[in-house]
Every structure is written in structure tokens, then in C-alpha cells.
């Protein structure tokens, strides 16, 4: 049951991950989810100081208003101070990251945190930690409700927000011509981002986190031709590498954030190597056959 | 030299616009005709781009105001296209061709609200429009430059608005898609309909517009094109670098373009 456990709350985590992270890699802007995994640490130490809980639901707001604040300060850097946008990421999340550092070895005594624990996470602990009701009732561990919320949260985000996001992506200018808000719709997104990084940090840590968000949709982006297809194919990558990364690090008796992060690397390897269409190996069959309309012969029929 | 508008699309009025103080668009006064095909002509940095996209509201403006229609943008926004340039997305998105065509339709549609059959209809109907129908379901990647063109035509086809800005337009396109893509634009201004186009080619331009607009930071020009498409205004807009403006105006002349009372 332990391993079940385990498998599903990554998996949830995962997906929520890529789904957020397809829209990420498409707006070029997988280091802002670097970023802002990497920023929310204060928010988390500082949460946690004044809550004494580690998965209140206060911490993921808190935590995740840091991370907006961040993506408002990588953009002020860019704009204003003309900074370019990869220099401006860099000094933001180093620095809030440093902050998040000095806080915890302040704190330690108080603290159930060690940067252990914030760079790695402790999946493994996930079923140690138990929801019990008053009544005594034991309702399986916390963090696969935690996961299972931030999961539905983000679904509904996408679903109400997909054509939004769709079009601010591909044609910000248009968007905006349409009256579509680019940034009210960018902050959003960085929210949604941040509010996922938190919640997963607990179990995969805020560096393997960074590999949940760009690894499966980065895979799948080689594979398909429609946004709805890369992210089916992120969830269904999502699933694959929680499950055969769980194996392999009881195997290798390892990390199994490590180790989930180890399998999306030669998942993608593999998806490079031989992805049809767009892979170093790819099939001759397809490029044939998207020689056969000769796009000038064609425009010329129609103009005529 | 200006000439006005009887039936006004466009107001410009007294607009400013900067970039980190600089400012890139002076004073700008001018009014632009109902069913026209304006063409925006100038040099390099001349704000060309700029004009179109403070009409649209994409930047912000030091001073001065657009009016549309004689309302404000927001009032008339859904009868209102913008075409960005080309360059501006990312042609390897993973989406297609129909796909684009129907944000077109977006603007219309709510958060929600699934686009109908009628709006897919209309979508294939534009991209047939442009020649373009064979490849509705192709992924954009896999277009040529011209392809690339039409298709953001369809898409700005498909929000069957009244005015339409369109920045650069005949960019990079083969001869083909350059006379399919004026047939469409002349087809609009024939139905009334108004378009302002960003062009950069002073040739093409000869044969292309009714109206032209010369630029370089501050309005040289605007008016019918035979009385603004002279030797006189195409130095002082170009700063008499161009050997090729007196071969410019040879042409007009050539063409012998009647008086349009019409503007």
C-alpha cells in the first residue's frame, strides 16, 4: 500500500506539474518556473514560523503571493532597469532563494526544515504522514489530498482559462487586440505555478520540482503537432516516470524524487532519438509524404 | 501636408508616443477615410509599427488620443482586426492551421462558450478566401513564409470587423501570395470596409493604395495618394537618400491616377 501511496501522490504532483508546464515551455519561460520554485522558500520558512504547520493551507497561499511577487519582480528588472530577462531571473531567485537559506539555519531549532529536506523532498515519508479525523478515523495520508486538491485546482484553472492561455501564448499582440488582459492571464499562470511548487516541493523538493514542470511536456512537445495532444501526452509521461522511477529507486534503494526525475531524462533521450517526424531517427515515410502537396503548385491553381 | 477625411474612420489626434522617454511617434494629427486601402510608408524607425499599435492600444501614449468610428477603442473593439507582424509568434506551436483561423472567432465567443459549426464554417470559408483550405488541418510549422501570411489574413477574415490594421502585411511573401493577398484587401475596401496597412515597399506602394501615409517620427503626409505620392513629400520623408524616389514618382505620374474625389 506504501508503494501505492507513494506512486499516486507523485503522480498527481506530476501532473499538475506539466500541465502548468506545457505553457510554460511554450511561452519560453521554463526558468521563470526555475525561478519561482526557488523564490516561494522564504514564503514557505516564513509561513511555517508563524503557522507551525507544514501543509496548511495558509502556507500555499502565502507561498505561492511569493512566487507572483516574483515573476513582478523579474519583469520590473527586465522593463524597467532594461535588464535582460534571463539576468533579471537570475538575480531574483538566487537572492530570495539565499534569504530562504539564512531563515531555516536561523531557525533551525524551530523549524521542521532542513535543506535537505527543501532540495531532495521526502516522498519516501508520504504514507508516515496520516490524516486522522477526530473520530479516529484514518483517511490515508495527507499529502495525496493535498496533491488531489492542487490537481483539481489547476484542471479547473485550465479548463476555464485553456483558450486564454492558448491565445496569449501563441499571439500575445492579437490577444491584446481582442481585449484579452496578457498580463492579468500571465499572473495567473505564475500563481497557479507557484501554488503547485509549494505543494509539491514537501514531497520531490525545489529543485526536482523544476523537472516535474519542464521534463514530461518537453517530451511530449517533440511528439505532437496540437496543444491538446502535448498535454494529454504530459499527464500520460507524468504517470509512466512516477511509477517506473518508484521501481527503479527501490531497486537501486535510492531517491525517489531522483529517481523519477532520472526516468523523465531517458524518457526524453529515447523520444529524441526516435520520435517519429522530428527524432535523429525519424521514419523517411513521413517526410514523403509531406512532400506530396507542392505548396506552390497549389497556391498557383488557386489563384488562378 | 494633410488632407482630411469627409467620412472618418480613424481620428489621430495631437499623439505622442515614446519609448523610455524618447519619443518615437511627435504630434501626430490626422484623419483617416472610410473604405479606403491606407498604406503607412516611411523609413526605418520611421514608428510605423508604433502607429498602428497605439491605435490598437497595445502601447501606452504620452499625449493625445484615436478615436474609431468616433468612439473609443473599447466601445468598437469588436469591430475592429489586428494583423501583428509575421515574426512577432512562434511558428512552431503546436497547433493548426483551422485552429488560428478560429481565434479569429474568439472575440466574439465567452470564456466558455465552445465555438459553433457556424463559427468553424466561417473559419474554413476564410481560409478558402486566401487559398488556403487544403491545409486546415496541417500543423503551422509546416508553412512557408506566404502560407504563414494568409493564414493570420484568415484569422483577421474571420473576425469580419470594419477596420483592419495589419502590420507588414506583403513582408517576405512570393509574387503569389502578394497579388492573393491585395485581391482580399481590395475586396474588403470594395465592401466598405476599411484598411490600414504597414508597408515598407515605396514601388509596390505606388499600386497598392488609395491613401497613403508618409511617416518619419512625425506625420509628413497623409492624404489621396496622387497628391501625397510626390517627389516633393517622399524626400522630406525619406531625407533624400533614395535615388529610387524619382523613379517612384516617374511612376505615379505614368499611372496617371485619377483625382478621387470620393476621400
Redesign the interface.
Known amino acids: 500500500m506504501d508503494a501505492f501511496y507513494i506512486i499516486l501522490t507523485a503522480s498527481l504532483f506530476s501532473i499538475s506539474c506539466g500541465l502548468l508546464g506545457s505553457f510554460l515551455i511554450?511561452r519560453?519561460m521554463a526558468m521563470v518556473g526555475d525561478a519561482i520554485s526557488h523564490a516561494v522558500l522564504p514564503g514557505i520558512v516564513i509561513a511555517f514560523l508563524m503557522t507551525g504547520t507544514r501543509d496548511s493551507f495558509d502556507m500555499i497561499v502565502g507561498a505561492a503571493m511569493l512566487g507572483v511577487f516574483t515573476t513582478f519582480l523579474i519583469e520590473f528588472f527586465h522593463k524597467r532597469a532594461?535588464l535582460q530577462t534571463d539576468a533579471a531571473i537570475g538575480v531574483t531567485f538566487t537572492w530570495l532563494f539565499a534569504l530562504g537559506i539564512i531563515l531555516i539555519s536561523l531557525y533551525a531549532g524551530q523549524v521542521d526544515l532542513d535543506q535537505e529536506c527543501v532540495l531532495y523532498g521526502e516522498i519516501a515519508y508520504v504514507p508516515l504522514d496520516l490524516w486522522i479525523t477526530q473520530t479516529g478515523l484514518i483517511m490515508g495520508p495527507k499529502a495525496i489530498y493535498v496533491a488531489l486538491f492542487i490537481l483539481l485546482v489547476n484542471i479547473g484553472f485550465l479548463m476555464?482559462?485553456y483558450?486564454?492561455l492558448?491565445?496569449t501564448?501563441?499571439?500575445p499582440?492579437?490577444a491584446?487586440?481582442?481585449?484579452i488582459s496578457v498580463s492579468l492571464w500571465n499572473y495567473l499562470l505564475m500563481g497557479a505555478v507557484s501554488m503547485t511548487t509549494v505543494a509539491a516541493f514537501d514531497s520531490v523538493g525545489a529543485i526536482l520540482v523544476v523537472a516535474l514542470f519542464v521534463v514530461p511536456p518537453a517530451t511530449a512537445?517533440l511528439l505532437?503537432?496540437?496543444?491538446k495532444?502535448?498535454m494529454w501526452l504530459t499527464v500520460g509521461f507524468s504517470i509512466f516516470i512516477s511509477i517506473v522511477g518508484y521501481y527503479l529507486a527501490v531497486a537501486i534503494d535510492g531517491s525517489i524524487a531522483g529517481a523519477i526525475v532520472t526516468i523523465a531524462g531517458i524518457l526524453f533521450a529515447v523520444v529524441f532519438l526516435f520520435a517519429p517526424g522530428q527524432g535523429i531517427f525519424r521514419s523517411k515515410t513521413k517526410q514523403t509524404q509531406?512532400a506530396t502537396?507542392e505548396?506552390?503548385l497549389?497556391?498557383?491553381e488557386?489563384?488562378t | 501636408m494633410k488632407v482630411d477625411a469627409k467620412d472618418v474612420a480613424v481620428e489621430f489626434h495631437d499623439l505622442t508616443v515614446s519609448y523610455?522617454k524618447k519619443p518615437v511617434l511627435w504630434n501626430i494629427d490626422m484623419t483617416l477615410p472610410k473604405g479606403a486601402l491606407i498604406g503607412i510608408i516611411g523609413p526605418n524607425g520611421a514608428g510605423k509599427s508604433t502607429l498602428i499599435?497605439s491605435a490598437?492600444?497595445?502601447l501606452p501614449l504620452s499625449s493625445g488620443y484615436v478615436r474609431i468610428f468616433d468612439k473609443a477603442l473599447?466601445d468598437v473593439?469588436r469591430w475592429?482586426?489586428?494583423?501583428?507582424q509575421r515574426e512577432?509568434?512562434?511558428w512552431d506551436?503546436?497547433?493548426?492551421v483551422l485552429?488560428?483561423v478560429l481565434?479569429g472567432r474568439?472575440?466574439r465567443l465567452g470564456?466558455?462558450a465552445r465555438p459553433k459549426k457556424e463559427d468553424k464554417e466561417i473559419a474554413m470559408n476564410c481560409l478558402q478566401k486566401v487559398?488556403m483550405e487544403?491545409y486546415s488541418k496541417r500543423?503551422i510549422s509546416?508553412l512557408?513564409g506566404?502560407?504563414q501570411q494568409r493564414v493570420f489574413l484568415a484569422?483577421a477574415l474571420a473576425?469580419e470587423a470594419d477596420l483592419y490594421f495589419m502590420d507588414e502585411p506583403f513582408a517576405g511573401v512570393?509574387a503569389?501570395?502578394e497579388?492573393?493577398i491585395l485581391e482580399v484587401l481590395q475586396e474588403l475596401t470594395a465592401q466598405g470596409k476599411t484598411v490600414i496597412v504597414v508597408h515598407h515597399d515605396l514601388q509596390s506602394a505606388a499600386e497598392f493604395f488609395d491613401w497613403i501615409i508618409l511617416l518619419n517620427m512625425r506625420l509628413i503626409a497623409s492624404g489621396p495618394i496622387d497628391q501625397v505620392f510626390t517627389n516633393e513629400y517622399l524626400q522630406e520623408a525619406y531625407g533624400g537618400k533614395l535615388t529610387v524616389l524619382s523613379e517612384v514618382s516617374e511612376l505615379i505620374k505614368k499611372r496617371r491616377l485619377p483625382s478621387r474625389e470620393k476621400y
Open positions: 511554450l519560453k532594461r476555464i482559462g483558450r486564454n492558448y491565445m501564448t501563441f499571439d499582440a492579437f491584446a487586440s481582442i481585449g512537445y505532437s503537432h496540437q496543444l495532444t502535448m509531406d502537396i505548396p506552390n497549389f497556391e498557383r488557386n489563384l | 523610455d499599435k490598437m492600444g497595445l473599447d473593439r475592429v482586426s489586428y494583423v501583428p512577432t509568434v512562434d506551436f503546436p497547433t493548426s485552429d488560428v481565434m474568439y472575440a470564456l466558455l487559398g487544403a500543423q509546416q512557408s506566404g502560407q484569422r473576425q512570393d503569389a501570395t497579388s492573393a
